[in-house]
C-alpha cells in the first residue's frame, strides 16, 4: 500500500501541508513538512495549528500501522508547545505508548532542522470496528 500517494490524492489537508512520510512500521511513524511562509504567523514563526495539524497525521499513522478494525479517529490530542519553529523542514515521529481493543495511545514529538524539540503530544485514536450507516429520515 502506497501510503503517500493515497493521501496525497484522498486528503486536502495533507497535500497542503507537503507532508512526507518518512518511515511506517508497527507502533511507529515519521512524517516531514516544509517551511513555507503561508504556514507561519507573524514573526515567520510557524502557526501552532499547522504544528498540530502535522503532530494528528503522523500521531494517525503510528495508529493506521496497528490499526485491526476498518477506521480509526482522532478522539483526545493533548499538545504543549515548547519553542517557536522556524527552522524547516520539520520532523514529526509518532510512538505508540499502549493499544486497546478501542483505543490507541501515542505519543508525539515535532522538531526542527536542528533537532531542536518545538512540541511533544499524546494523542488518543478510536479504533473504528463497524460502521453502520443510517438512511436519511430514519
Known amino acids: ?3 503517500q500517494n ?4 484522498n486528503d486536502r489537508v495533507f497535500k497542503f501541508l507537503e507532508v512526507k512520510i518518512l518511515d511506517v512500521k508497527p507502533g511507529y511513524s515519521k512524517i516531514q513538512i516544509p517551511y513555507k511562509e503561508e504556514f507561519c504567523r507573524r514573526g515567520n514563526v510557524l502557526n501552532g495549528g499547522i504544528i498540530m495539524t502535522a ?3 503522523a500521531g494517525g499513522l503510528a495508529t493506521l500501522s496497528v490499526n485491526d478494525g476498518i477506521d480509526q479517529v482522532t478522539q483526545e490530542l493533548k499538545v504543549n508547545f515548547l519553542e517557536p519553529m ?3 523542514p520539520f520532523t514529526v515521529e509518532g510512538k505508540v505508548v499502549r493499544k486497546g481493543r478501542t483505543a490507541v495511545i501515542v505519543q508525539i514529538e ?7 524539540l518545538g512540541a511533544i503530544a499524546l494523542g488518543t485514536w478510536y479504533i473504528i470496528r463497524d460502521r453502520v450507516v443510517k438512511k436519511e429520515g430514519g
Open 55 to 57: 503532530i494528528d497525521f
Open 86 to 88: 522556524y527552522k524547516g
Open 110 to 116: 515535532f522538531r526542527d532542522s536542528e533537532g531542536k
Open 1 to 3: 500500500m502506497d501510503l
Open 6 to 9: 493515497i493521501l496525497e490524492n
